[in-house]
């Protein structure tokens, strides 16, 4: 069982940067991929970026490529998105995710635990 609890969203004008973090619970938590997806509004929730349980293997999204980076830290048991040059369209309520898994990137239907969520905001 892991529990997630994402922070570090807020409101930033274009261009500039916000550090997304989420904290598990667990003891096995280095052995879960974890995902970060986001939902716009009135938009279908989509995959960002994902990190293998590892850490060596990492995907993302073309839309997000080269402006955001994902990381974790399995001894604190905490995942990271740092988002870079953010622009309008990158605004919308950001969920980290985990699942037990060695296969690279999971689609989302595989993800297990899911945060509760925290908005990004991004002002023209």
């Known amino acids: 069982q892991v529990q997630l609890v994402e922070s570090g969203g807020g409101l930033v004008q274009a261009g500039g940067s916000l550090r997304l973090s989420c904290a598990a619970s667990?003891?096995?938590?280095?052995?879960?991929?974890v995902g970060w997806f986001r939902q716009g509004p009135g938009k279908e929730r989509e995959f960002v970026a994902c990190i293998s349980w590892s850490g060596t293997g990492t995907w993302y999204a073309d839309s997000v490529k080269g402006r955001f980076t994902i990381s974790r830290d399995n001894d604190k048991k905490m995942g990271y998105l740092q988002m870079n040059r953010l622009k309008p369209e990158d605004t919308a309520v950001y969920y980290c995710?985990?699942?037990?898994?060695?296969?690279?990137?999971?689609?989302?239907?595989?993800?297990?635990?899911w945060g509760q969520g925290t908005q990004v905001t991004v002002s023209s």
């Open positions: 995710a985990a699942v037990a898994t060695g296969m690279p990137w999971p689609p989302r239907t595989a993800y297990d635990y």
């Open positions: 667990g003891r096995t938590f280095g052995s879960y991929a």
